[in-house]
């Protein structure tokens, strides 16, 4: 490797080493929050946040996304049969955000996770 290619790789990391943290960590909202502590891989404190949206159960885009995190959340943390029930509800809720949002793989993903296909 090239003395250049070696620097070029060392500035490289440094960069990456020190970004910005995601954009939704500055909000105080608690769906920024939740999705922050996601981005963190903070899923205890993300699956806490998300629920808590999810259990206010309201009819509105924040709710729906909600849902879907809580699903990956649960994925990460390798609770698939949970996920694929999140995943039904979003088929549910909006058909439109289910396929927008390729829930239709994550639930082929969490079902063969648990052996089933």
């Known amino acids: 490797?090239?003395?250049?290619?070696?620097?070029?790789?060392l500035a490289l990391f440094v960069v990456s080493a020190q970004a910005a943290p995601p954009s939704t960590c500055g909000s105080s909202d608690t769906y920024a929050s939740a999705l922050c502590a996601y981005q963190r891989r903070s899923f205890a404190e993300a699956e806490a946040g998300f629920r808590a949206i999810v259990e206010k159960d309201e009819a509105d885009a924040v709710?729906?996304?909600?849902?879907?995190?809580?699903?990956?959340?649960?994925?990460?943390l390798g609770r698939?049969?949970?996920?694929?029930?999140?995943?039904?509800?979003?088929y549910s809720m909006s058909k439109a955000f289910y396929d927008e949002w390729g829930c239709d793989f994550l639930l082929g993903v969490c079902r063969q996770a648990r052996g089933k296909t």
């Open 1 to 9: 490797m090239t003395l250049c290619r070696s620097a070029a790789l």
């Open 63 to 76: 709710t729906i996304r909600a849902v879907y995190f809580l699903a990956r959340t649960e994925m990460k």
């Open 80 to 90: 698939f049969e949970e996920a694929e029930t999140l995943f039904i509800r979003i």
